[in-house]
């Protein structure tokens, strides 16, 4: 035996295991790994492993009890998303990661993949390909000196539906002064923490505007660090509050302030962190990032109440799923609110110039000119129209057999730019159905870069200059949705798309049903539940049957909606159909007791009343109250659901007992088959 077989045979076998939320040693030495490693792996506050280990999401890797390797890693929407993998220098070349990597894909086979995002200057290529990633894109990164990042994604040999990085922007955070000069002076105090906000690990997910008032902050600082405060400015997304709304929201927190505290609103610094939370709360942005203890003692309650929480940049980074899960999924329906769509009058297209898109080099004059001849032609032009009458959206569309074209596409900028994106484009996949389309080819060359998030995020695919989707309206077995989408593709003449088959993962069956909407493959293991509903809150929030009043503006203008429920009774899981029992009892009935339609469950979140109705408080429809009293155990559950469509017939309760199927007084698991009946049964005649 040679000296090398020998010390081979002297090892221990490494052993890998999730770490347990008490295993505060095991934790302590994962942070002491990666902090030794920080040069490739960035900063993480100590808090994300404890989090992550409370999660599921710290796994460890030991030999002879000692941990010589972890990977950190999470559940994101759609795929397993590792944060960090790290062995011990002494340790490397055993395998280990690939131990981690591939005890992680084993765990999450129902995931589609794994996607990391990694420094393309850290020269891990080599690395990463042989634990069998793929380069999946490329963006640049954040600080004084932007790199590039490439996301690295293994796959686990699901049908992969989308062309796109897994994951759009989830938090947009405004940043004070002091946390600027911290991304810009390696002198001050502190700056570690705040240097978390451009790991490259968020790269994809944290969004860090800029305010007005940070602006005029900019221009008074001392000329020795101006420069490089400007630079790390310029690098932040400017944003311009509501003047109305901030109008109305800084008296508030001037009279809070002077309730609270009222030397804080005489100094010039506390009048400039009122303007602060003001203009951050009239600018959509739930997220102010400061280390100002006095700003969130004065404020952040008040803050709170218009939706922006005052966060240190460490929670920002540990809670970051958590404090924006309510805006991240805030897209616009324009049904019964007070934003109208209508056509564009004559006399009117200089409304248009709201949405030229100068920034990627579109002249006002081509895009007249263009749209001109579309009308020429005889297209109509929808516009969205804000409660002021602002023009805020536009977008044409033409069908041609089985097509439907949209030669443009716009959203005004602004907070509500994403939202309107993506529920319009789901307009479009409705009346892609309704016309018998089985193809949106969007082709317009100026779209936006929310635009192009919302097209990549609802399975649109680039080809040949154009995004185009498939609008696959069959409600059966995967043999059957496969052919319609082979049939589709063909008339398109895009190339085949991806093969689907029976039993395919609950994960991967959503996947498909979304990005294929309104296709429904009922041979897969996507389970399906009758969720009961009263009339008068299936009124609010489904929009049936309508209310004389219309419906509350952050309901109406969501494509997602929340429903809270006790814990109590037959537990359900997530991803899942819904099929809503619309009771016949209670206050408001004034409808006959039915199934009315079908939505997407995307999760089920469990807490507090008080965390969750804070949390989905645009998305729901009850009052705290009401969540409160139907907790256990200071618990609710709180389904969030999407892409709801009404069915044109409401299954009458008569038709569910002749199937022998009682009327609910909980989310009851129905079978596929049943399922089928009754979805079919609610478009018969539609």
């Not at 002076?185 to 800029?210: G, K, Y």
């Not at 990032?289 to 709170?304: F, I, P, Y």
């Not at 049903?513 to 009124?539: M, N």
């Amino acid at each position: 035996m040679t000296g090398g077989d020998a010390a081979a045979s002297m090892r221990s076998e490494v052993v890998v295991a999730l770490a347990r939320p008490e295993d505060n040693e095991g934790i302590e030495c994962a942070i002491q790994l990666g902090n030794q490693a920080r040069d490739t792996l960035g900063y993480l506050p100590f808090a994300a492993y404890e989090d992550a280990a409370c999660n599921y999401g710290l796994l460890l890797a030991r030999e002879r009890g000692v941990v010589v390797g972890y990977a950190l890693f999470g559940l994101a929407s759609r795929h397993v998303r590792l944060t960090h993998l790290c062995v011990d220098d002494r340790h490397r070349g055993q395998g280990i990661a690939r131990k981690l990597v591939d005890w992680i894909s084993r765990r999450h086979a129902d995931r589609p993949g794994i996607l990391v995002w990694c420094r393309l200057d850290y020269g891990l290529a080599p690395m990463w390909a042989s634990l069998d990633f793929s380069r999946l894109s490329e963006r640049p990164g954040r600080g004084k000196d932007p790199r590039v990042l490439v996301a690295w994604w293994r796959d686990h040999g699901q049908p992969r539906l989308f062309s796109r990085e897994p994951d759009t922007v989830l938090v947009r955070a405004a940043l004070d002064l002091n946390i600027l000069r911290d991304l810009t002076d390696e002198a001050r105090v502190d700056r570690v923490e705040s240097l978390a906000l451009l790991s490259d690990q968020l790269a994809d997910r944290l969004e860090l505007v800029r305010t007005p008032t940070l602006d005029v902050e900019v221009d008074n600082v001392d000329d020795r660090f101006r420069r490089d405060c400007v630079r790390q400015a310029e690098l932040l997304t400017p944003v311009h509050p509501a003047r109305d709304r901030l109008a109305v929201t800084k008296a508030e927190m001037l009279a809070e302030a002077n309730r609270l505290d009222p030397k804080f609103a005489q100094d010039d610094q506390g009048r400039r962190d009122i303007q602060y939370v003001s203009e951050a709360a009239a600018a959509d942005i739930n997220v102010l990032v400061t280390r100002d203890e006095s700003l969130t003692r004065v404020l952040g309650a008040a803050a709170m109440r218009h939706g922006v929480r005052i966060l240190r940049p460490a929670e920002v980074v540990v809670r970051i799923d958590e404090l924006v899960r309510a805006e991240a999924y805030r897209p616009v329906a324009l049904q019964e609110t007070d934003f109208s769509r209508r056509l564009i009058r004559a006399g009117d297209e200089r409304e248009l110039d709201a949405l030229v898109m100068r920034q990627s080099g579109e002249k006002r004059a081509d895009m007249q000119r263009r749209l001109r001849a579309l009308t020429a032609a005889g297209v109509d032009r929808v516009g969205v129209y804000a409660p002021d009458q602002r023009l805020v959206a536009s977008f044409v569309a033409m069908v041609s057999g089985s097509i439907t074209s949209v030669p443009f596409f716009r959203t005004a900028d602004g907070p509500l730019a994403d939202t309107l994106a993506r529920q319009l484009l789901f307009v479009l996949r409705q009346e892609a159905r309704e016309a018998k389309s089985s193809v949106i080819r969007l082709d317009d060359a100026f779209v936006s870069r929310s635009t192009i998030a919302a097209l990549s995020d609802d399975g649109f695919l680039p080809y040949r200059g154009a995004y185009y989707a498939y609008v696959v309206d069959v409600c059966g077995v995967a043999a059957d949705v496969q052919h319609a989408a082979v049939e589709a593709a063909r008339a398109a003449s895009l190339p085949p798309p991806v093969s689907i088959r029976a039993g395919l993962p609950s994960i991967a069956t959503a996947e498909v049903e979304r990005v294929w909407w309104p296709a429904k493959v009922v041979d897969g293991l996507l389970p399906s539940y009758l969720v009961p509903i009263r009339q008068a809150f299936s009124s609010e929030l489904l929009g049936f049957p309508r209310s004389l009043f219309g419906r509350r503006s952050e309901l109406g203008l969501s494509r997602e909606h929340v429903y809270y429920r006790s814990p109590r009774g037959p537990s359900a899981a997530a991803p899942a159909r819904l099929l809503w029992y619309m009771s016949g009892s209670g206050p408001g009935t004034v409808e006959p007791a039915g199934v009315i339609g079908s939505s997407q469950l995307e999760e089920i979140v469990e807490g507090s009343p008080e965390d969750l109705h804070s949390r989905f408080r645009h998305l729901g429809v009850w009052r705290l109250e009401q969540v409160q009293k139907a907790s256990q155990g200071n618990v609710v559950q709180a389904f969030r659901f999407a892409n709801t469509e009404l069915f044109p017939r409401p299954i009458p309760l008569s038709d569910l007992r002749s199937m022998g199927i009682v009327a609910p007084q909980a989310p009851l698991q129905v079978r596929s088959d049943a399922y089928l009946a009754l979805y079919r049964e609610g478009h018969r005649g539609g």
